[in-house]
């Protein structure tokens, strides 16, 4: 049986083979890489001579069939949309809408996404959907009304884009408006409006005020006269009521001079 220097690999040569062999094997393995792999947070799809499979592969190790099978993967985590948007509102106010929608691709439905819509999905489908909606809800309400009512507006958005884009096979997980802006010559005539409410309010309230103050004083007047005819009419009836109330007045003092028939300053007599 031969060797290796009956072969003529002598000495350092004899390895020669082994890395001739390893060398065609990386080539092998990197061009015909029977492995994919589906990383975090993403779903695979298979691919089989451009024929896209009817199920979405999970995260891990899976094979294909090289040359004639691949896999496209998608991220199906949690994806930010921050954009602004011009709409009309419903008294002919433009307005830029700043808004932040969150929203992922349902993992189950992966190869539907691609199938039916592709990997540039964002531009085909949730931005024309997400604005189309938000021109729909904006256009509903006058310009300063939105203002004080935008979590309604945004309630209402949200709600809406959840269904449609359920549709396309998206859960939207969040939305805000984070910004109205109308132009600077709408938003002064805003203020002074406001102003101008504010200031018939403080007015108003100062005259519902000065309202009550007179009220007031005149039920203390009506008051104080009725006690006192009350107290006329009983020192009229009882002349030792009046005496009562002189003594409830009296200093303790007698007068210093009496006239000839003057009435005495209290009648003593017992009768």
């Known amino acids: 049986m031969k060797n290796f220097e009956d072969l003529g690999y002598t000495g350092s040569n ?12 990386i080539v092998f393995v990197t061009l015909c890489n029977p492995i994919a792999i589906v990383g975090a947070g993403e779903r695979g799809v298979k691919v089989t001579l451009g024929k896209v499979s009817s199920e979405s592969y999970a995260e891990g190790v899976h094979f294909v069939t090289p ?17 602004n948007t011009q709409v009309y509102t419903k008294d002919i106010q433009q307005a830029g809408i700043d808004y932040v929608l969150n929203y992922n691709i349902q993992p189950a439905n992966t190869y539907r996404v691609y199938r039916e819509i592709g990997t540039d999905y964002e531009q085909k489908v949730i931005s024309p959907i997400t604005e189309g909606t938000i021109k729909d809800v904006i256009g509903k309400w006058n310009a300063q009304d939105l203002v004080a009512n935008r979590e309604k507006a945004t309630a209402e958005i949200q709600e809406k884009l959840g269904i449609q884009l359920k549709s ?7 939305f ?31 005259t519902v005020q000065i309202e009550e103050e007179a009220k007031q004083k005149l039920i203390t007047a009506q008051a104080e006269a009725r006690s006192m005819s009350i107290r006329a009419n009983a020192l009229t009836q009882n002349r030792a009521l009046v005496q009562y109330e002189a003594v409830q007045k009296w200093d303790g003092k007698l007068p210093q001079y009496m006239m000839g028939n003057s009435v005495p300053f209290i009648n003593l007599s017992n009768k």
Do not use: C, W
Not at 14 to 21: D, G, Q, R, S, Y
Not at 184 to 203: G, M, Y
């Open 67 to 83: 040359f004639i099978q691949k896999m496209k993967n998608f991220d199906v985590r949690t994806q930010k949309v921050n954009r």
């Open 14 to 25: 004899k390895l020669v083979p082994f890395t001739v062999i390893l060398v065609v094997l």
């Open 176 to 206: 805000n408006i984070v910004g109205i802006n109308y132009s600077s010559t709408f938003e002064h005539a805003i203020e002074a409006k406001v102003t101008a409410e504010q200031e018939a309010l403080k007015a108003k309230n100062k």
């Open 168 to 174: 396309h096979f998206f859960d939207v997980t969040d």
